[in-house]
T-cell receptor, first 112, second 122 residues
């Protein structure tokens, strides 16, 4: 079955700097890759997603890149702000039932 | 903005007791998911419903866990008896429609999550 690995488990960056979180997946049939942000005491919230027919997608300060050949995808956050502090999860799914296989999460800490 | 509602937010129980969690998905969402999230880990799917039918419950410990969505709207997840290892966050999510071949485009994939129920078993 699908396996998603996520690195690093904790990332600490200075406010204003960029943050990059990386994920790899094992099933080449996976075709949908969302990123979720989870704040303390809340459920995960979708922040950006990408399909396998696209290599990159941007939404303001957030971007996701996908390398299908290498089977990895990354989340890029530029000009980080204190409110970006949270746990970020990557996930992967196939089109058959849209079930998500999740990474273990990255705790992002923005230092003032 | 429509949200997935879950209750209770917190539940403390003793082992061997029964507990139940409730979820009301976003109106019009045909697919409902129950996840378990252990601290420091990603969510783990327990059961997926399409309308009132179970699509996948392969990861649900059926000796003690049960889930139902009788009218295809809200859902209940039950644990009986609770064990110490059941302490976790239980998350409910919903999406538009997970059936292959139906229309909806990107929106079909998006899962919206409730705030979860934090269960502590003593």
């Amino acid at each position: 079955g699908e396996n998603v690995e996520q690195h690093p488990s904790t990332l600490s960056v200075q406010e204003g700097d960029s943050a990059v979180i990386k994920c790899t997946y094992s099933d080449s049939a996976s075709n949908y890759f969302p990123w979720y942000k989870q704040e303390l005491g809340k459920g995960p919230q979708l922040i950006i997603d990408i399909r396998s027919n696209v290599g990159e997608k941007k939404d303001q300060r957030i971007a996701v890149t996908l390398n299908k050949t290498a089977k990895h995808f990354s989340l890029h956050i530029t000009e980080t702000q204190p409110e970006d502090s949270a746990v970020y999860f990557c996930a992967a799914s196939k089109g058959s039932n849209y079930q998500l296989i999740w990474g273990a999460g990255t705790k992002l800490i923005i230092k003032p | 903005e429509a949200e997935v509602a879950q209750s209770p937010r917190y539940k403390i129980t003793e082992k061997s007791q029964a507990v139940a969690f409730w979820c009301d998905p976003i109106s019009g969402h045909a697919t409902l998911y129950w996840y378990r999230q252990i601290l420091g880990q990603g969510p783990e799917l327990l059961v997926q419903f399409q309308d009132e039918s179970v699509v996948d419950d392969s990861q649900l410990p059926k000796d003690r866990f049960s889930a139902e969505r009788l009218k295809g709207v809200d859902s209940t997840l039950k644990i009986q008896p609770a064990e110490l290892g059941d302490s976790a966050m239980y998350l409910c999510a919903s999406s538009l429609d997970s059936r292959p071949g139906t229309s909806g485009g990107r929106a079909k994939n998006i899962q919206y999550f409730g705030a979860g129920t934090r269960l502590s078993v003593l």
